[in-house]
């Protein structure tokens, strides 16, 4: 599948040996120079004379030393991303439906979806392919920088995915109307308890993935690493709603205060950044390493969601040519509170920085996020319940 202006070439180009060595330089600075940011003399200019009119960073008459290094590295300043067919998307499903009409009159029709998508994809029209790639939700620039050395490690579970999926939908007509099985023979009662019909639609459904983001830790493509040992969700005992001022201890010792109404599930202690203590003691991101975690997870979603709609309608002959129908219809029947798992609204998935403290007593323990939010969802929800009623005249 298409994919567009994304990054072809940085430090993942680099050779591991070369890398190495710098990482080794960095921490012997004790994390005051990076050496990929190096400035050596620009072998794209001449040694002596007026220099060639290029842009950016190749216009001096030093440069960078990683940029020789890359694949292409008179475009390192152009500003330049790929275009190409490198993405990908799948969905695998299982579906069954069971259906019965009753005597009685009810209706039944019950529809099970079990579903998996994964995907990797960015174009103009994301939405127009009919998917969403499963480490962002917007523009190339949020997905981070993809695995440009193995192209597969970029399937991500997608932001559509959605593992369960069912839907009921029922139909009752009266039975006592004038033509139902048990038509009553009085008038006024069938003219009072016959002829309606009664609907509804129950949808219960999984919740979707969201996006896991750590800023400012060093990782080439953005990623973090998944701590052994540490479960994705917090105790159940700490699964309720904040009021901004309680501060928990999460199960690493690490202790968060989460916002006012907010809710916390999801554990920060199960993922880090990777840091380096260097010789003068001091603590820094690692400039040169890539994550282990995908940026999204079949365990981490938002909320699902348990919707029921209503519908109450019957038709009343006025004349033979004249017909009157009335209609109530009631979405969200039960008035259940029913949060918004949109990415954009679900459970919040950025880390914040990493953590360069090392003090285990206090919860701080180097690379783990510094944000108190990860893993909170907040308070938007879909409608409550709204009822309308309707008549019109047929003829």
């Given at each position: 599948m298409t994919t567009r202006n994304l990054a072809f070439q940085d430090l993942q180009n680099v050779p591991a040996s070369t890398l190495g060595a710098w990482k080794t330089q960095y921490i012997n600075s004790n994390g005051a120079t990076n050496p990929a940011n190096v400035l050596i003399p620009n072998p794209y200019q001449p040694a002596t004379g007026a220099l060639l009119p290029f842009q950016g960073s190749l216009a001096g008459s030093t440069i960078q030393q990683e940029i020789p290094l890359l694949p292409y590295p008179l475009l390192y300043s152009s500003g330049a991303g790929l275009n190409g067919s490198t993405g990908f998307a799948s969905y695998n499903s299982f579906q069954t439906r069971l259906r019965h009409a009753f005597f009685s009159g009810l209706y039944l029709d019950v529809n099970y979806t079990w579903g998996k998508e994964l995907d990797f994809t960015t174009t103009g029209i994301e939405d127009g392919q009919g998917v969403n790639y499963g480490g962002a939700g917007g523009s190339p620039s949020s997905i981070g920088i993809p695995d440009l050395i193995n192209n597969r490690l970029n399937r991500n579970y997608g932001l559509d995915d959605m593992p369960h999926r069912v839907v009921a939908t029922l139909t009752y007509a009266s039975p006592f109307g004038a033509n139902g099985p048990f038509a009553l023979s009085n008038k006024w009662g069938r003219a009072a308890l016959g002829d309606w019909t009664v609907g509804s639609v129950i949808a219960v459904q999984s919740g979707i993935p969201f996006i896991i983001s750590m800023t400012n830790n060093g990782s080439i493509t953005g990623r973090v690493d998944r701590v052994p040992g540490q479960p994705m969700q917090v105790p159940q005992a700490l699964q309720h709603w904040y009021n901004g001022s309680t501060t928990v201890t999460l199960p690493c010792g690490k202790t968060v205060t989460p916002q006012k109404y907010t809710f916390l599930k999801y554990n920060s202690c199960a993922f880090t950044g990777e840091t380096l203590t260097t010789p003068n003691g001091s603590i820094v991101p690692n400039q040169y390493w890539n994550g282990n975690t995908a940026q999204t997870s079949g365990y981490l979603r938002g909320p699902g969601r348990t919707n029921v709609d209503f519908t109450l309608r019957r038709t009343f002959p006025v004349t033979e040519?004249?017909?009157?129908?009335?209609?109530?219809?009631?979405?969200?029947?039960?008035?259940?509170?029913?949060?918004?798992?949109?990415?954009?609204?679900?459970?919040v998935g950025s880390l914040g920085s990493p953590n360069l403290v090392n003090n285990p007593g206090s919860g701080l323990i180097p690379g783990l996020g510094t944000s108190s939010t990860f893993g909170t969802m907040g308070v938007g929800t879909f409608d409550p319940r709204q009822i309308t009623m309707h008549a019109r005249v047929v003829f």
């Open positions: 040519r004249f017909k009157l129908e009335v209609a109530a219809e009631a979405s969200n029947l039960l008035n259940h509170t029913e949060f918004n798992g949109a990415n954009s609204t679900a459970f």
